[in-house]
């Protein structure tokens, strides 16, 4: 088992475990996880994401990032969940660099996302990575918030 508190690039053998710490992590923030509906990208990762991390302690996935490419200038930052007993310690921070990171680092010029604005945790990490709110950018029907990092 990996413990590493680092994000780790996906692989198709972090799978069942990824779907099990979905199942467990998206309720937390009043998700359910619809692995056939409206989240079947999971279903498919590498063809879905431009790249995307799990964090491990010892017993499985804690904590995923990912990086969807919006065009040749932008992407999107998606999948950014951690386990509510994980919130506080920098885990959160750290799954959001390694994505910004990599973002900056292939060439991308910015960084958008959507969420709740009921997810007053999220909302203030993005702020404090620099994210503003900008106009709606995609046909989510879910979201409510909507921002940008320059890169």
Not at 74 to 80: A, F, G, P, R, V
Request: proline share 1%; with cysteine; charged share 30%.
């Amino acid at each position: 088992m990996i413990t590493s508190f680092e994000p780790i690039r996906y692989d198709k053998n972090f799978q069942k475990g990824l779907l099990e710490f979905l199942e467990n992590c998206l309720p937390e923030s009043g998700r359910a996880l619809d692995i056939n509906g409206r989240h079947s990208f999971y279903n498919d990762i590498e063809n879905k994401f431009k790249a995307f991390w799990c964090m491990f302690d010892e017993n499985g996935i804690i904590g995923a990032v990912a990086v969807k490419e919006l065009d040749c200038e932008s992407c999107e930052l998606k999948s950014l969940y951690l386990l509510e007993k994980y919130h506080g310690k920098g885990y959160g921070r750290k799954l959001l660099n390694k994505a910004i990171e990599f973002s900056k680092r292939i060439g991308y010029k910015r960084m958008y996302l959507d969420s709740l604005s009921t997810s007053h945790k999220a909302i203030a990490l993005y702020t404090k990575a620099g994210f503003v709110d900008t106009e709606k950018y995609n046909d989510s029907i879910k979201s409510d918030i909507f921002m940008v990092l320059e890169l």
